[in-house]
C-alpha cells in the first residue's frame, strides 16, 4: 500500500517558522503532482502549495511569499519551509500526491493523516 506520513508539525511562537516533511513509500512507480493542504477547525481544507513533477510550483494566495514548497524526487519527499508564521496559520497540514503504483496501472490521489500546526504566543 502507497502511503504518505507528514512530520515537523507543532507549536511555535508567531513570526517564527517551521519546516514540514512528507515522506512516502510502498508501491511506486512514478508520483507526480504534489500538494499541501491545510485544515483549521470549522474551515473548509483549502490548497496551501501545490508543485509538479518538473518542479513548477503555485501558491495559496495567503501564503504572500512566506512559504516554499519542495520536493526530492530521489527519495520521495515533499517539503514545505514556513516562515513567518501567523496564529491564521493554525492548522492541520495534509500532504496530498498523485501516483502511478505500477507502471502499467493507472494514477491514484492520496493523502497523509495530517500534521498539526500550532501559531501561538
Known amino acids: 500500500q502507497v502511503q504518505l506520513v507528514e512530520s515537523g508539525g507543532g507549536l511555535v511562537q508567531p513570526g517564527g517558522s517551521l519546516r514540514l516533511s512528507c515522506s512516502a513509500s510502498g508501491s511506486i512507480s512514478m508520483i507526480y503532482g504534489m500538494s499541501w493542504y491545510r485544515q483549521a477547525p470549522g474551515k473548509q481544507r483549502e490548497l496551501v502549495a501545490t508543485?509538479?513533477?518538473?518542479?513548477?510550483?503555485n501558491y495559496g494566495v495567503f501564503v504572500k511569499g512566506r512559504f516554499t514548497i519542495a520536493r526530492d524526487n530521489a527519495n520521495n519527499t515533499l517539503y514545505l519551509q514556513m516562515n513567518s508564521l501567523k496564529p491564521e496559520d493554525t492548522a492541520v497540514y495534509y500532504c496530498?500526491?498523485?501516483?502511478?503504483?505500477?507502471?502499467?496501472?493507472?494514477?491514484?490521489?492520496?493523502w497523509g493523516q495530517g500534521t498539526q500546526v500550532t501559531v501561538s504566543s
Open positions: 508543485i509538479s513533477t518538473a518542479g513548477n510550483t
Open positions: 496530498n500526491a498523485d501516483i502511478r503504483p505500477v507502471y502499467t496501472g493507472p494514477m491514484y490521489n492520496y
